[in-house]
Antibody, heavy 123, light 110 residues
Framework: QITLKESGPTLVKPTQTLTLTCTFS??????????VGWIRQPPGKALEWLAL???????RYSPSLKSRLTITKDTSKNQVVLTMTNMDPVDTATYYCTHRQVGGTSHCSYDYWGQGTLVTVSS | QSVLTQPPSASGTPGQRVTISCSGS????????VNWYQQLPGTAPKFLIYTNNQRPSGVPDRFSGSKSGTSASLAISGLQSEDEADYYCAAWDDSLNGVVFGGGTKLTVL
């Protein structure tokens, strides 16, 4: 079965760079059609899409955060890494790693989610 | 301010049918498919509806989705207490070149 798990720091200081790792099992990012995305949710607020990477290294980014985000994959390790530069307290949120539905008709059909990891930005 | 507009709250009594709307524009809902997610308190979102009206395996047929023009709706029939959750719509936006979510609707089962 498909599982995803996020890992990374729980606390970062303003201006620092956040690096989050998604380690998954049950699928391969070298298989045609597969994608892994990142979505975040500030406490008490709505979901916000961040980025998506496909098996062929096609990458999509949130237009409002594109300058700060980088998404990469390591197929051999079954991992996807998201980096976000210049962190600010408003970036405090739970960050989710997701599996994009294979055969889905859009970039926003995520059928499996990790448990999420809360990242707090504070000095 | 979310690109997709949802009512902040909705409510119903057990057994009732409730609908949650999601309003967008020609660049998102008007030209792309809509997905819905259910988020129970303290948990990660769950895939509820895809491609406007399709249910993933395991989702009860009490949940249904529809789309017309630049708006979409999620309907829940035979409301149950365990349906109390936040519901989000999502779609790709061709103008923004990114995924947009609704602000979420908190469903209360009275």
């Amino acid at each position: 079965q498909i599982t995803l798990k996020e890992s990374g720091p729980t606390l970062v200081k303003p201006t620092q760079t956040l690096t989050l790792t998604c380690t998954f099992s049950g699928f391969s990012l070298s298989t045609s059609g597969v994608g892994v995305g990142w979505i975040r949710q500030p406490p008490g607020k709505a979901l916000e899409w961040l980025a998506l990477i496909y098996w062929d290294d096609d990458k999509r980014y949130s237009p409002s955060l594109k300058s700060r985000l980088t998404i990469t994959k390591d197929t051999s390790k079954n991992q996807v890494v998201l980096t976000m530069t210049n962190m600010d307290p408003v970036d405090t949120a739970t960050y989710y790693c997701t599996h994009r539905q294979v055969g889905g008709t859009s970039h926003c059909s995520y059928d499996y989610w990790g448990q999420g990891t809360l990242v707090t930005v504070s000095s | 301010q979310s690109v997709l507009t949802q009512p902040p709250s909705a409510s119903g009594t057990p057994g009732q049918r409730v609908t949650i709307s999601c309003s967008g524009s020609s660049s998102n809902i008007g030209s792309n498919t809509v997905n819905w997610y259910q988020q129970l308190p303290g948990t990660a979102p769950k895939f509820l509806i895809y491609t406007n009206n399709q249910r993933p395996s395991g989702v009860p047929d009490r949940f249904s989705g529809s789309k017309s023009g630049t708006s979409a709706s999620l309907a829940i029939s035979g409301l149950q207490s365990e349906d109390e959750a936040d519901y989000y719509c999502a779609a790709w936006d061709d103008s923004l070149n990114g995924v947009v979510f609704g602000g979420g609707t908190k469903l209360t089962v009275l």
